[in-house]
């Protein structure tokens, strides 16, 4: 079946690109254009484009043929690109519907086809959505370098090497009486304890792909009225939260997503910490305490002039690498007392004063170093999905077990090696994986 779809974003626009792919590409190319032969491959011919039946001219546009194997799907591929408005879009479509055996793509369907096809390991599919969801330069240079082949060649690579040592306990058990080299075990073994400390210390990631590619969790906790959504409305260059001397005015939390040095951030206003009888308030402070433990960065805020005095419940949230912002600056009567206490505190400490506006952007300086450390792309290709992440885990579980069994039995042995393997084949589609096709291919729009 060829399947068609708008391939370029809904709407108005200059060029919209409308793709096919299958084996009636070619043959609907040359009845919707009227050209005599199919073009060559990857050059644009400008032809006029006319409905099948009435002969109605739809535009003037280009027509590009690209021919299997040599194309996105690896089967034959055509692209209409012509102009953006809704009418000329919607009249070419509908002369495709008119075609027997061509129907609308499904969401994903042209990367399933080229994954069927041979074209691209899941890793690579996976990256390609990342990459039309990128919204931040980190973003897309790793969905880029995933795309590229880097972590599937990664994972491809530990899994040959696990074969590799495989094959000879599969060699030992069919082949007893042939010359096998003796106690292939003993040769086996410092492959596999090698290729287990890869794959561990490349979990050991701190999650660092995945925060790249969901974004950094930064939740802002303090005392009522200390200034946290003067902080977050001054992050987010607007008004995003009410400001209110009145105690307790922000009750649940909220979230604005930023792009911080192009990292992707998620600033987290929660309500103010104290004691309260309210049960309304009591709930927003269990919420922003959810939120504090599952946060990568934490913003402590209290009263400069109270420094270091700070209320037990926000004193519970601080930790060796939380940042501690020192409000209302312009209050402080003795700042030379300040500090020395700052010094003798140490520790990320900045203080400021949102009022008008004194140390924010020492503060700013000191955030991006914070997100940068946590997210910079490391030279090895990083991990970006829970799926990966387990299927790895369940790697190592096999290879520790084949490391960790005494019994010499070589068929429990291979089929430790080979379990560990299957589980790293599951990552890029080297195994039977029709139970996450599916949900992977549901990530993309329609058209791609």
Known sequence: MTIYALSSGKGRAGVAVIRLSGEKAGEV????SGLSRRPVPREAKLTWFRDPETSVRLDHGLALY????NSFTGE?????????GRAVVAGLLEALSKFTGVRPAEPGEFTRRAFDNGKMDLTATEALADLLNAETEAQRRQALRQMDGQLGELYDGWRREIISAMAYLEADIDFADEEIPEDVTARVRPIIEKLH??????????????????GLQVVILGQPNIGKSSLMNYLSRREVAIVSDIEGTTRDVLEVHLD??????????????????????AEGMRRARARAEQADVRIVMTEASAWPEIGTETSAMIDDETIIILNKMDLVPDREELARRIKAAGGNIYPVSLKNGEGLDQFMRGLEQTVA??????????????????????????????LTNRTGELELLAEDLRLAARALGRITGAVDVEDILDVVFSEFCIGK
């Open 197 to 214: 400390v890869k794959i561990t210390d490349h979990l050991a990631d701190g999650h660092r792909g995945e925060r790249i590619r969901d």
């Open 29 to 32: 190319l040359l009845q919707l």
């Open 76 to 84: 034959d591929v055509v692209e209409f690109h012509i102009h953006g």
């Open 260 to 281: 911080i040095q192009g990292f992707p951030v998620t600033i987290i206003d929660t309500a103010g910490l104290r004691e309260s009888g309210d049960v309304i308030e």
């Open 373 to 402: 450390g946590k997210m910079d792309l490391a030279e090895a290709p990083s991990l970006t999905r829970t799926r990966h992440r387990q299927a790895l885990k369940d790697s190592v579980d096999h290879l520790e077990r084949f």
């Open 66 to 69: 690209f021919s299997a194997p």
